[in-house]
T-cell receptor, first 115, second 111 residues
Framework: DTGVSQDPRHKITKRGQNVTFRCDPISEHNRLYWYRQTLGQGPEFLTYFQNEAQLEKSRLLSDRFSAERPKGSFSTLEIQRTEQGDSAMYLCASSSPSRLKETQYFGPGTRLLVL | AQSVTQLGSHVSVSEGALVLLRCNYS??????LFWYVQYPNQGLQLLLKYTSAATLVKGINGFEAEFKKSETSFHLTKPSAHMSDAAEYFC?????????FGGGTRLMVKP
């Protein structure tokens, strides 16, 4: 049973560079979520896809951030012109709708450090 | 306004002692509530969830939580702490299509 996977696990970049992260959800899950977690805090919602459609975006998702899920399978999160404040753990989760409120299953995260 | 509050950012217990991690929520409708655990440099693992079926919910690794509507609480307990329980614990509420998390409680277990 393959869980949610994320790549890379760690990324160090210099301020002003662009970075892209990938998330592969659990195969039968049609919903995919991105969260950001800063040190000592709980995760904060960034955006959500149902299949290939991006249905909701947080105000935290500035215009430097873009997320895609082109074929309704894997997703990418790109940050352009990175800033030191972007340093955080970026978590991806997936879920499958059911009669009960769906449970979100999380990947291991990508830890970003902007120097 | 914070809709999920975890009282105590750090909790320390002795091995074998009772674990109690507190979570209070605010919601205008009956919520779905979750507890996740996060080990260092890892993602979140689901411990248990409340979906209005039963107020006492049992999860993995011997943890359980009780939903108390009158107190708007969903505290996490375990009768006897193990060293392997040392981790960060997050309470979360399902708010539409997203989870809203509390600030987390770091559990330390002393030998």
């Amino acid at each position: 049973d393959t869980g949610v996977s994320q790549d890379p696990r760690h990324k160090i970049t210099k301020r002003g560079q662009n970075v892209t992260f990938r998330c592969d959800p659990i195969s039968e899950h049609n919903r995919l979520y991105w969260y950001r977690q800063t040190l000592g805090q709980g995760p904060e919602f960034l955006t959500y896809f149902q299949n290939e459609a991006q249905l909701e975006k947080s105000r935290l998702l500035s215009d430097r951030f873009s997320a895609e899920r082109p074929k309704g399978s894997f997703s990418t999160l790109e940050i352009q012109r990175t800033e030191q404040g972007d340093s955080a753990m970026y978590l991806c989760a997936s879920s499958s709708p059911s009669r009960l409120k769906e449970t979100q299953y999380f990947g291991p995260g990508t830890r970003l450090l902007v120097l | 306004a914070q809709s999920v509050t975890q009282l105590g950012s750090h909790v320390s217990v002795s091995e074998g002692a009772l674990v109690l991690l507190r979570c209070n929520y605010s919601s205008s409708v009956p919520p779905y509530l979750f507890w996740y655990v996060q080990y260092p440099n890892q993602g979140l693992q689901l411990l248990l969830k409340y979906t209005s079926a039963a107020t006492l919910v049992k999860g993995i690794n011997g943890f359980e939580a009780e939903f108390k509507k009158s107190e708007t609480s969903f505290h996490l307990t375990k009768p006897s702490a193990h060293m392997s329980d040392a981790a960060e614990y997050f309470c979360a509420k399902n708010a539409g299509n997203m989870l809203t998390f509390g600030g987390g409680t770091r559990l330390m277990v002393k030998p």
